[in-house]
């Protein structure tokens, strides 16, 4: 299983070439999870959404994760500022399935 982290944010003082690259989509999925991390932005490129998919590492817990989910931010290398954090354990969730009713509460 993964843990999937979802970073909101601003960005900082992005120069011509960081501007550029996003404003071409370079780096930009339609929002999925990967574990490289994908943006999606405004398009006056301030606010942004980062969505990471971390490897689960023995001993983990929500810090460690967010630490991880935060270096891959960090390799693309864009000047931001966080505004949330969250992490979800991909263990916890659970898939009802289509037909499958939930048991009748008892009366």
């Keep these: 299983m993964m843990f999937r982290v979802l ?3 601003t960005f900082g003082e992005l ?3 960081d501007r550029s690259r996003l ?3 370079a780096g930009l999925l339609p ?3 990967t574990e490289a991390g994908t943006f999606t932005c405004d398009a006056g490129l301030s606010a942004f959404t980062f969505r ?3 490897p689960p590492e023995e001993d983990d817990d929500e810090p ?3 630490r991880r989910a935060m270096a891959v931010l960090e390799a693309h290398g864009y ?3 966080i505004l949330r ?3 979800t354990d991909m263990r916890d969730i659970k898939i009802r399935r289509k037909g499958h009713a939930p048991p009748a509460a008892p009366r």
Excluded: E, L, M, N
């Design 7 to 9: 970073i909101s944010g």
């Design 15 to 17: 120069g011509d070439a």
């Design 23 to 25: 404003s071409s989509g």
């Design 31 to 33: 929002g999925g999870f």
């Design 52 to 54: 990471c998919q971390v």
């Design 64 to 66: 460690g994760v967010t």
């Design 79 to 81: 000047p931001y500022r």
């Design 85 to 87: 954090v969250a992490v």
